[in-house]
Structures are given as C-alpha cells and as structure tokens.
C-alpha cells in the first residue's frame, strides 16, 4: 500500500518533468487521491504530500495545464483536513504553494494569476456568507448587492465618474484605494444595517426572500442612477478605474531578485493582496467563531427561541452577523473594481449572490476550510472546466447547435450542485461539528 | 399634469387587471404549496416559464394547422397547464420529498434546494431550446382571431381580444380552484394537511399523495398563467419566470400566504399597484425616475407590508411554536 502511493506520487514526478500536460497531471490526481485515501502512516503521507506539490508545481510551469493547479488545491485542502500530519508540514507547505508554486506558475501561464485572483477574491467573500448563513444561519440571497456597494464605492470615487455630481479633482490617485478598503468596510455594513433593520424581523425564509428582491433593487439601481444624475453610469458601467500605484513593490520584488514585466506585475500584486485579506478574513472569522457573538449566531441558528430566552438580544446579534458579512464583501468589492479597472452591473445578479452560496454549501455552511474549497471548485469548474469542455464541443462536435455553449450552463451546474448536496450531504465536503451533529440528527 | 393623469386612469386600472390575474394565478401556486408544507417554493416561478414556453411551441407548431385561434389557445392552456403540472408533480417528488423522508428539522435546506431546482429548470429549458431551435430568445406568434381590438368608454380603454380571454380564463380557473378546495373531497383533504400534516396522515389522508396533487394543482395553474402571459406579453425567455414569480410571492403574501382567497386579492392589488407606479412614476418625476422602478415598487410593498401586516390582508396571525 505504502509503496504503491509513493510509487505513484514519484511516477508523477517523472511524468511532470518529461511529459507535462492534461494527461500528466490527470496521473497526479490519481496520485493524490491515493496519497489521501489510502491508509498510509503520516510521515509517509507528508513525504507523499511533498513529493506531489513539487510535482504539481513542475507539471504546471512546464506545461501551464490549470489541472495541475485542482491538484494544488487538493493538496491544501488534504493539509488541512488530513489527521496527523505535524502542523509545521502543514503550514511550510501550505505557505509553499501558495507564495512558491502558484506565482511560479503565474509565470508559466499567466490566466493561473488570474484563476488565483477570483479564488481568493470569492472565498473571501464566500468567508463572510459564511458568518452570516453557516454560523447566524440566516439565508441571504442578494449577498451580491454588497460586493456591488464596495465596488461601486470605489469605482465612482477611483474614476471620472465622480465628477458628475461633486466638485474636486478626480479620478483620486491610486493610493486612496487603502482608505477607501475602509470606506466601503462602512458603507456596505451601513447598507446591511439598513437592509437587515427590517428584513431582520422576519422569519428565516422570508429574509430569503426580502433578500432577494433586495439584490435585485441593487441591481435596477446600478442599472438606472445614470438619470437624472450620472451616479452609476448605468449598463455600460464604469471605466477606467484607478488601481494603486505599485513601484515600492516592484522595486521590493527587484530586490528580492524577481523580475517582473508589465502584466504579471499587477497580477503578482493584487494575488498576494488577495492572499493577504484572506489571511485577515480568516483570522476575524476563526476569532469571531470562538467569541461570545459567535457563540450567539450559534446558538440562534440552532433556536431562536431558546436563544432569546438565555438572553441574547435577537435583533441587535443578526444585524451584527449581516453587517460583518457585508463588510467582508465590501472590501472584496473594492478590490475587484482596481483589479478589473472596470466595473458593471452584470457582474453583481442574482447569479453571483448564488455561487457564492453554491460555494458555502459545497464546502459546508459554517466551515472556514469548507468556504475556501467550495470557492476555489466553483471558480475553477466556472472559469476554467466548462470554458475547456466549450471549447471541446465547439471544435469536435460542431453538430450540436451553437446555443448549446456548455459555458453558458452555469445555472444548471450550480443547481444541480445545490440540489445534489441538499439531499446527499447537506453538512457539505469538509463538514463544521456542530453543524454536522445537527444535520444529521433528524 | 392632473388632466393627463385622469385620462391615462381607465387604460391604467385595466392593464393593471390584466397584469393581476396573472399575478394571482401564479401567487395561488405559491400559497397552496407554503400551506401544506411551509415552503416557499422558487422553483414555481419556472413552472410558470415552463407554460409559457409550451404555449409558444404550441402557437408555433400548431397556429398553421389550426385555423380557429380560440381552440388554439385552448389546445395550448391544455398542453402548457399539464406539461408544467407534471414538472410541479416531478419536482416535489424527486427534490423535496427525498428531503421530508429524511426529516430534516432545518429550514434553510428545502429553500435552498428550491432555489438549485429553479436554476436547473431554467437551464434545462434553455438548453432543450437550444438543441431544438438553435435559439431562446422566443416570440410568441400572433394569431388574428385574438389581436382583433375595441376601444371602450369613448376611446378611453384600448383593449385587445386576448385581454379579455385572459381575464376570462383566470376568472374561471380561480372558481374552479375555489370550488376544487371548498367542496371536493381533494380540497378537503388538501386543507387537512395544511392545517395539520401528522394528525391527516391519522384520518387515513396519504399525505404524499395530497402533496403530489396540491403539486400538481398550483403547477397546472402556473402554466395556464404562463400561457396567457406569454399571449399577453409576446417576448418569452428560460429566465422570464423570474421576476413575476417574486412578484407573485410578493401578491401571495401580501394576501397572507397560505390563504387562497388572500392570494387572488393579493395579485389583483399588486397588479394595480404596479402597473400605476410603472405608468406615473416618469410623469410624476418628469422623466428621471422610469418604469424601470416598478419592480423597486414591488419590492419595497413586500417589505413594507411584512414590517406592518405579516399575516397579510386576509391571514390571520399563527403564534410561532417552540
């Protein structure tokens, strides 16, 4: 047993260097699937865990095939669910791939940047629906609405767009983007306070629906503040926006003996940026979970009743929950406007509110590591495995008609993913305990 | 400004009718099904997408076959009521009863696969769509024996034969429902479950069955809605369904949500109310504020009236239970 996996994970190895591509990598898979699985001691797992990140970093520089990247993710995710492995493996070689082999792999193939980007960018949001649906267990369907505030926050201020309805010298230089990260910390969680003030009062599934129609609201807003005042510039939204001036961290990088041209620079940058707010977003979440709020949002997600007669005040701790999440996406929105340089209401309906929640699902509502996970499978079966399998169809099986663009099926995908999870395992892939005792109590 | 308001008026409260039976058609789905379950049940709003898009294949197939447009429409309500019954009836019996048997105690998990099955729906849609006609963008086509029209009151309402073949067929649907709770023995059984599943199942009532049926019922209804909203309005997509299925929860809460008297009141008013704000809105901001913020309007009557009247205007309150 032993020898099989780690004859397999240095097959893998040889594979990488020699033949690198799809093929390659889908071996890897395999590999690690045996490494997880099988019932191996833990230092020979970590040693295979080792083997195989050096692998999937080889396979993915030479060859720049994103399926090497899943591996990586699995990597982590068997980091931090795997019992046994010591925890300083854990972090050298989780800090290994994501500051090592993902920006290696950058390089090769600089769309890996970007599928890192909008990884990171959606599990910190999908981190911050966490507090709100998996710990507070309060539905919210237009958790959109908020993204769309903190872009727009620093889209109208980052552009010329503010010119339309205030005097002053605009658009701001890129360095306000810091500042603003803050602004829009207040402005969504001052939007969540004004939506959760009503929606909050009601029963848990009419907040779905309030939620709902208030995404919606967001989204008719953006669409149509280009009357009588241009706020929003309406459906062609806002462009170009500022992003922050970065020469400290090329000369920073420079020093380090990097060298940086001019797409992956900015790529370099807002990826690590993106890494730094999830390591804020999880510090507040992981302390959030042990605080006297966290314990609230548990206890009324388990039952209100019982919570508000041990005395935790209803209203005031929901709002709390809604308004951190909102926060979380705020920041998150701020950052996708620089990135983006360009921001729409296309990017904030009801679908997006929903993939978020198809994120938290799939990894488990109230689970850190699960949102994470759940962000980084949607995002690549999103971005990256549907646009291949288009591109399949579209080049071998021309008969089928063009409207049938398995791209565009993102709806169907992401049900069938809700709906598959409801009734399978509603507790999700890398289940929170309590919230496992209480799915399966029944 | 007062002048262009009252003569606007007639044509205002009468399209506002037509908007309103549809609305109350599709809120007597949402209402019968949060009655016998508690769920609000999204994927409604695609059951009624779905009679939409069947009566649009039906004109399309059918309209050079059949001369009469009145027997097509009604070929079409047939086709449209049972194909989106039947998905009403598939939908209960492979998503949410699965979830019952395992008797899950909480909540969010059948609302959010109610919102997984509306995203599969409206995709399987598309793409059955999309492998037959290579398109989804569809167009309902037009039938001369329903376009004809009449102006009313001295040219004050101008109104389209298809109109009044709506409100007549809601009309009659919604007695016939009345009638089908009220007096039959299926209505009585489909109010025992509602008012108490456990103690049903004890007087010898299968509530898996009347579940299916109430199912079957409220789909059906959808579709017709669907047909004659596709009559009505011409432009038809997978994701049509969406905002009239909010807005029609909206009407069955506005109601009180499982009272079926309430949901047809419920649809007539929020068809008023739309179609008024959707009308007066520019003339009343000269233009800066359009039609585009009716669906604001709609949304801000739900919160408004969850705030100030939860049981809605003919529900009564129910004490939440430990």
Redesign the interface.
């Known amino acids: 047993m032993s020898a099989l996996s780690l004859l397999l994970s240095l097959a893998y190895l040889g594979l990488a260097f020699l033949a690198p591509g799809a093929l390659a990598n889908l071996f890897g898979l395999g590999a690690l699937a045996a490494a997880a699985f099988l019932r191996l001691s833990p230092n020979l797992r970590t040693l295979n865990l080792a083997l195989l990140t050096l692998a999937f970093t080889v396979g993915l520089v030479r060859s720049g095939n994103t399926l090497g990247l899943i591996g990586l993710v699995g990597i982590l995710v068997a980091l931090t669910t795997l019992p046994r492995v010591p925890t300083w493996i854990r972090a050298a070689l989780g800090l290994a791939i994501l500051l090592i082999s993902v920006p290696l792999a950058g390089f090769a193939n600089t769309f890996v940047f970007e599928l890192g980007i909008q990884i990171g960018i959606y599990a910190a949001m999908a981190l911050g629906l966490n507090v709100v649906?998996g710990m507070a267990?309060l539905?919210d369907?237009g958790y959109a609405a908020f993204f769309a505030v903190g872009a727009y926050t620093w889209a109208i201020f980052g552009s010329q767009q503010a010119k339309n309805f205030m005097a002053g010298n605009f658009p701001l230089p890129g360095e306000y983007i810091y500042p603003f990260m803050l602004i829009a910390i207040a402005t969504t969680a001052l939007t969540g306070l004004l939506i959760g003030l009503?929606?909050l009062?009601?029963?848990?599934?009419?907040l779905?629906?309030?939620t709902?129609?208030?995404g919606?609201?967001v989204r008719?807003?953006a669409?149509?503040l280009d009357?009588?005042i241009n706020f929003t510039n309406g459906p062609q939204g806002i462009t170009p926006i500022q992003r922050p001036p970065i020469d400290w961290f090329r000369e920073l990088m420079a020093a380090m003996g990097v060298r940086l041209d001019q797409t992956t620079d900015y790529q370099l940058f807002f990826y690590l940026l993106v890494l730094l707010m999830i390591g804020l977003v999880v510090l507040v979440n992981v302390n959030l979970a042990n605080s006297r709020f966290g314990r609230a949002w548990v206890a009324i997600r388990e039952d209100e009743?019982a919570a508000r007669s041990m005395g935790i005040p209803l209203l005031p701790t929901k709002l709390l929950a809604f308004m951190t999440g909102a926060a979380f996406s705020g920041v998150m929105g701020v950052i996708f406007a620089a990135q983006r340089t360009f921001v729409s209401p296309e990017s904030f309906t009801?679908l997006a509110s929903?993939t978020i929640?198809g994120m938290v699902?799939l990894g488990g509502?109230g689970s850190i590591p699960g949102a994470i996970l759940g962000a980084a499978a949607l995002t690549i079966l999103n971005l990256d495995v549907l646009k291949t399998f288009s591109e399949f169809v579209r080049t071998s099986l021309p008969q089928?008609?063009?409207?049938?663009d398995p791209a565009?099926?993102e709806?169907?995908v992401?049900?069938?993913?809700?709906?598959l999870m409801?009734?399978f395992r509603?507790e999700g892939l890398i289940p929170e305990k309590r919230h496992k005792a209480?799915?399966e109590?029944? | 400004m007062l002048e262009q308001i009252l003569a606007l008026l007639p044509q205002v409260i009468f399209d506002g009718f037509v908007l309103g039976f549809v609305y109350a058609m599709v809120a007597l789905g949402y209402t019968m099904v949060y009655g016998v379950l508690?769920?609000?049940n999204f994927a409604h709003s695609e059951i009624f997408m779905i009679g939409a898009v069947v009566g649009v294949e039906v004109f399309r197939y059918l309209a050079p076959h059949v001369g009469n447009g009145f027997l097509l429409l009604l070929l079409a309500l047939l086709l449209g009521g049972a194909i989106a019954g039947l998905t009403a009836i598939l939908v209960e019996r492979f998503?949410y009863r699965?979830?019952r048997k395992?008797?899950?105690?909480?909540?969010?998990?059948?609302?959010?696969?109610a919102?997984?099955?509306?995203?599969?729906?409206?995709?399987?849609v598309?793409?059955i769509?999309?492998?037959w006609h290579?398109?989804?963008f569809l167009r309902m086509r037009t039938v001369e024996d329903l376009e004809g029209s009449v102006s009313l009151f001295g040219g004050a309402i101008f109104a389209q034969t298809k109109s009044f073949v709506l409100m007549g067929v809601s009309i009659l649907m919604l007695l016939g429902l009345t009638y089908l709770v009220n007096r039959t023995k299926l209505g009585v059984a489909i109010r025992a479950v509602a008012q108490d599943l456990s103690t049903a199942s004890l007087m010898g009532i299968d509530p898996d069955r009347i579940i299916s049926r109430t199912f079957l019922i409220g789909g059906s209804l959808g579709g017709v809605a669907g047909v004659l909203f596709a009559l009505q309005y011409t432009t038809i997509t997978p994701y049509v369904g969406?905002?009239p299925g909010?807005k029609a929860?909206?009407a069955a809460?506005l109601g009180g949500i499982g009272n079926i008297p309430g949901a047809m009141l419920g649809g007539l008013v929020l068809g008023q109310l739309e179609n008024f704000f959707g009308t007066y809105l520019p003339i009343l901001t000269n233009g800066?504020?359009?039609t585009?913020?009716k669906?604001?309007v709609?949304?801000l009557i739900?919160?408004l009236i969850?705030?100030l009247r939860?049981q809605g205007l003919l529900g009564q309150v129910v004490k939440?239970k430990?």
Not at chain 1, 414 to 419: E, H, M, N, P, Q
Not at chain 2, 102 to 113: A, D, F
């Open positions: 649906v267990g539905l369907l009503p929606a009062r009601l029963r848990g599934d009419y779905a629906i309030v709902l129609g208030l919606e609201v008719i807003l669409n149509n009357h009588p009743i009801l929903i929640l699902i509502m089928i008609p063009s409207q049938v565009k099926y709806r169907l992401f049900g069938l993913i809700l709906v409801m009734i509603p209480e799915m109590e029944a | 508690e769920l609000i998503a699965p979830l395992r008797g899950t105690t909480n909540r969010l998990v059948p609302l959010i696969t919102i997984g099955v509306s995203f599969i729906l409206q995709d399987l598309r793409l769509e999309g492998l290579n398109e989804f969406f905002l909010l929860f909206t809460v800066n504020f359009g585009e913020y669906d604001v709609a949304f739900l919160i969850l705030l939860p939440e430990v």
